[in-house]
């Protein structure tokens, strides 16, 4: 197909193909730069119809007046010009220009086209453009695109949506850290703080956890937890006028830092199944005693039970009231 430039009217060869919908191109003589369409090309099929029709209808016209410009020039004036046997009026010629001069124009003059017709197309231009190539080479960076312009806010959206989707469709795993292995070096030195620790607070364990005393007691650590302790205690027997009497005596210590009140000695008789079958309680001798400072204590009991095989010494407290 065939695409004319407008604004010089020079035309091109082109495949209909790389036309398509519309093409950028690119005059190669005065560098104008418009879209070609196949619409374009039919103007331009018609265009070159009619500006065939209008050179044949010179080429008859020219042909038509052949024999009278023929007659004209066998009946006119020799070399110095004059008037024809026909009246028509002769440019002087020279005898080399006469002798070439065979009765018929070389290159005769087309008529004007018609109001309605294109104008004949440059043959000069055409011929440049024919050695010129024929559109834009390389990459089209003006060609038009084929199909609606593309939304890339929206499209992007959209995908964004779908990397979205697609993360939270996957199943969720928890993320474990694993912790480092540690030597045995390190368990040791982790076990013996621990136990420096609790022999080191081991009245706050035991009044914690109470249970924890007789653990403390069996490895020789006992927990004294009133910071009040019974030393060189002692039981005997005695006759009274016929009537046992049973003596218990000892010593009481604080074995704290601080100043502690002494409360009531509480005595108890117990049978061989450690069963009490009597109590009583003393008062001691001094209501408090400093650290490190003691008192003795001595008490007696009257016609003990039969059945009495020890005593125990202890601290009065809550559960005896």
């Known amino acids: 197909m065939k695409i004319v430039c407008p604004r010089c009217e020079a035309w091109y060869e082109v495949p209909e193909a790389s036309v398509g919908r519309g093409r950028a191109v690119r005059c190669a003589e005065c560098r104008t730069e418009w879209t070609a369409t196949a619409e374009d090309a039919v103007r331009a099929e018609e265009a070159a119809v009619r500006r065939a029709a209008v050179r044949r209808e010179a080429e008859r016209a020219t042909a038509a007046a052949a024999p009278a410009l023929a007659t004209a020039s066998a009946g006119g004036a020799g070399p110095a010009g004059g008037a024809g046997p026909a009246g028509f009026d002769t440019p002087p010629t020279s005898p080399a220009a006469a002798a070439e001069d065979d009765g018929w124009p070389d ?74 292995k ?20 081991r009245a706050d364990v035991v009044r914690a956890l109470p249970q924890t005393g007789r653990l403390f007691a069996a490895v020789g650590l006992p927990v004294n937890l009133r910071g009040l302790a019974f030393d060189a205690v002692k039981v ?51 209501p408090s005693l400093a650290p490190g400072e003691s008192q003795p204590f001595r008490t007696r009991l009257a016609s003990p039970p039969a059945d009495s095989r020890e005593v125990f010494v202890r601290f009065f407290n809550r559960r005896d009231l």
Do not use: C, Y
């Open 236 to 286: 005997q027997t005695d006759v009274s006028d016929t009537v046992p009497v049973v003596v218990v005596e000892g010593v009481v210590v604080n074995v704290s830092k601080v100043r502690i009140d002494v409360p009531r000695l509480r005595f108890s008789m117990r049978d061989a199944n450690g069963v009490e079958t009597h109590t009583w309680t003393a008062l001691p001798q001094k």
């Open 107 to 180: 290159d005769p003059m087309p008529p004007k086209a018609p109001a309605g017709a294109d104008p004949e197309p440059d043959m000069a231009s055409t011929a440049a453009v024919e050695d010129a190539p024929s559109v834009v080479p390389g990459p089209d960076a003006f060609a038009l695109p084929e199909g609606p312009t593309r939304d890339w806010d929206a499209e992007f959206e959209a995908a964004e949506a779908r990397r979205i989707a697609r993360e939270q469709a996957k199943p969720r795993t928890e993320r474990r850290f694993a912790l480092p």
């Open 182 to 201: 540690p030597s045995w070096a390190t368990v040791s030195l982790a076990l013996l703080v621990v136990i420096g620790a609790l022999l080191a607070w």
